[in-house]
């Protein structure tokens, strides 16, 4: 049974970041820069470049430089290591739309697809903290064995605002206003997830209609992640491709 719930908790996982991805570039063209803050005041910093269905982020981890390029469109996704020239590439399906017609984030569209083994069903409307949701129930078969969750999609953003897993663990999303960051006009939502036998545990967000992403999350423990100096308007084509020069190299085995 543990080994049913790893592969159905994986599919989830996968699910929530579909999500987020097609949040992060279904909108319009822009760049940000990256900051990460821990408790303990060290900082991260990177750049994030979204154009025409695709995203690119540069990174530091461990010293090292590393950029991740996602192409939506092409359903390709790319990490380079600029301190050795060096690239891998992995296929990364995002559903049954064709290239090139990915919609934007609607709670009409099946969460599933793309999804191997995890199956939704639309299961009408309901409201979740006062906001109008379509809820889709997924479930995974293994060996005669079914588990099943639910994800609520919001109506009019398109956004998971609630999802249970067959656990017992629980998000629920609550929209508290709107507020003004940077100059630009954002919605504060606050994030309570709950595990069972221990307490909810809480973070916030500022979701950017215009860019469809949260541009600053605070989590539990002092950690926050935020983007600034956000610059709307076309991204340059040469930052969604691999640099000449660079080698292939093979992916590690995945562990057993």
């Given at each position: 049974?543990?080994?049913?719930?790893?592969?159905?908790?994986?599919?989830?996982?996968?699910?929530?970041?579909?999500?987020?991805?097609?949040?992060?570039?279904?909108?319009?063209?822009?760049?940000?820069?990256?900051?990460s803050?821990?408790?303990?005041?060290?900082?991260?910093?990177?750049?994030?470049?979204?154009?025409?269905?695709?995203?690119?982020?540069?990174m530091?981890?461990?010293?090292?430089?590393?950029?991740?390029?996602?192409?939506?469109?092409?359903?390709?996704?790319w990490?380079?290591f600029?301190?050795?020239?060096?690239?891998?590439?992995?296929?990364?399906p995002?559903?049954?739309?064709?290239?090139?017609?990915?919609?934007?984030?609607?709670?009409?569209?099946?969460?599933?697809?793309?999804?191997?083994?995890?199956?939704?069903?639309?299961?009408?409307?309901?409201?979740?903290?006062?906001?109008?949701?379509?809820?889709?129930?997924?479930?995974?078969?293994?060996?005669?064995?079914?588990?099943?969750g639910?994800?609520?999609?919001?109506?009019?953003?398109?956004?998971?605002?609630?999802?249970?897993?067959?656990?017992?663990?629980s998000?629920?999303?609550?929209?508290?206003g709107?507020?003004?960051?940077?100059?630009?006009?954002?919605?504060k939502?606050?994030?309570?997830?709950?595990?069972?036998?221990?307490?909810?545990?809480?973070?916030?967000?500022?979701?950017?209609?215009?860019?469809?992403?949260?541009?600053?999350?605070?989590?539990?423990?002092?950690?926050?992640?935020?983007?600034?100096?956000?610059?709307?308007?076309?991204?340059?084509?040469?930052?969604?491709?691999?640099?000449?020069?660079?080698?292939?190299?093979?992916?590690?085995?995945?562990?057993?």
């Open positions: 049974m543990r080994l049913h719930k790893q592969a159905y908790w994986a599919a989830l996982g996968g699910l929530l970041l579909t999500c987020s991805v097609q949040a992060e570039i279904a909108g319009v063209q822009f760049s940000a820069d990256m900051i803050r821990g408790p303990d005041g060290q900082t991260a910093t990177g750049k994030m470049s979204v154009g025409a269905n695709r995203m690119r982020i540069e530091s981890h461990q010293g090292q430089e590393v950029i991740r390029i996602h192409d939506q469109t092409r359903q390709m996704e990490m380079l600029p301190d050795r020239q060096t690239y891998m590439e992995r296929s990364v995002m559903g049954a739309a064709a290239p090139g017609q990915m919609p934007a984030p609607s709670a009409e569209t099946n969460p599933c697809q793309g999804i191997e083994g995890l199956n939704c069903r639309r299961a009408g409307e309901e409201d979740v903290a006062g906001r109008r949701a379509v809820k889709w129930e997924m479930s995974m078969t293994r060996e005669g064995q079914t588990l099943t639910a994800q609520w999609l919001d109506v009019e953003r398109g956004l998971p605002l609630k999802y249970q897993m067959p656990d017992g663990q998000m629920e999303l609550r929209m508290l709107t507020e003004s960051i940077a100059g630009r006009t954002v919605e939502w606050e994030m309570t997830t709950t595990v069972p036998n221990e307490s909810p545990a809480q973070s916030l967000q500022w979701y950017d209609p215009q860019l469809k992403l949260a541009v600053r999350e605070e989590f539990p423990g002092g950690f926050v992640r935020e983007l600034t100096n956000v610059q709307v308007g076309p991204q340059p084509e040469a930052l969604f491709s691999v640099p000449d020069g660079y080698s292939r190299m093979e992916p590690p085995p995945a562990p057993r």
